[in-house]
């Protein structure tokens, strides 16, 4: 089975500038999730979706962070403008299903994004 | 105070020495108790799961929830130098639309051979 596909792997960009990233989650799975995580810091959730619909987005910073899940199955981050505290390791997860209990997610390698 | 405190370490064990990682937590509506292992520059992967207080246990891994404590433990016997990586302690709540996972920092893990 494929897991959490990620694109790009690594990312260097300077301020004010734009970036996106790329998940394609696993097959079937129909909860997707994006994390920020700071170096030293434990992974935090951006954004979840359930099929294309947004379940959570409360840590999303929405002033520069946009985030989609066309059809249901790949998902697209967007960072527009860049700061410097937005860098960080963005990890993608998904998950079979979305419910009261300990639904395992599966995740990505992430995007190590620099920005100057 | 944070919600999920981990002591981020780092630890440097010898091989074949038994390791006790911990977390605590402040919000008792936590049910579900979760250990993630990332190796660097890979995602973390689920290495055990408990939900509400006890005891788990899978190979050389063991995962202890107090709940009366608000403190949960993973437990590695026999470390290998394989086991080097960073562990992050994760929980959520149950029920509804309490999805979210809430993590740890995480705690760097080295077994020297």
């Known amino acids: 089975e494929a897991g959490v596909a990620q694109s790009p792997r690594y990312k260097i960009i300077e301020k004010r500038q734009s970036v996106a990233f790329w998940c394609n989650p696993i097959?079937?799975?129909?909860?997707l999730y994006w994390y920020q995580q700071i170096l030293g810091q434990g992974p935090k959730l951006l954004i979840q979706?359930?099929?294309?619909?947004?379940?959570?987005d409360s840590q999303l910073p929405k002033d520069r962070f946009s985030a989609e899940r066309l059809k249901g199955v790949d998902s697209t981050l967007k960072i527009q403008p860049a700061k410097l505290e937005d860098s960080a390791v963005y990890l993608c997860?998904?998950?079979?299903?979305?419910?009261?209990?300990?639904?395992?997610?599966?995740f990505g390698p992430g995007t190590r994004l620099t920005v100057l | 105070q944070k919600e999920v405190e981990q002591d981020p370490g780092p630890l440097s064990v010898p091989e074949g020495a038994i390791v006790s990682l911990n977390c605590t937590y402040s919000?008792?509506?936590?049910?579900?108790f979760m250990w993630y292992r990332q190796y660097s520059r890979k995602g973390p992967e689920l290495l055990m799961y408990?939900?509400?207080?006890g005891n788990k246990e899978d190979g050389r891994f063991t995962a202890q929830v107090d709940k009366s404590s608000k403190y949960i433990s993973l437990f590695i016997r026999d470390s290998q130098p394989s086991d080097s990586a960073t562990y992050l302690c994760?929980?959520?709540?149950?029920?509804?639309?309490?999805?979210?996972?809430?993590f740890g920092k995480g705690t760097l893990l080295t077994v020297n051979p």
């Open positions: 919000n008792s509506a936590f049910q579900y």
């Open positions: 408990t939900y509400s207080s």
């Open positions: 997860a998904s998950s079979l299903e979305s419910g009261g209990r300990a639904d395992t997610q599966y």
């Open positions: 994760a929980m959520k709540k149950s029920g509804g639309s309490n999805y979210k996972l809430t």
């Open positions: 979706f359930q099929n294309n619909g947004v379940v959570d």
């Open positions: 097959s079937g799975h129909a909860t």
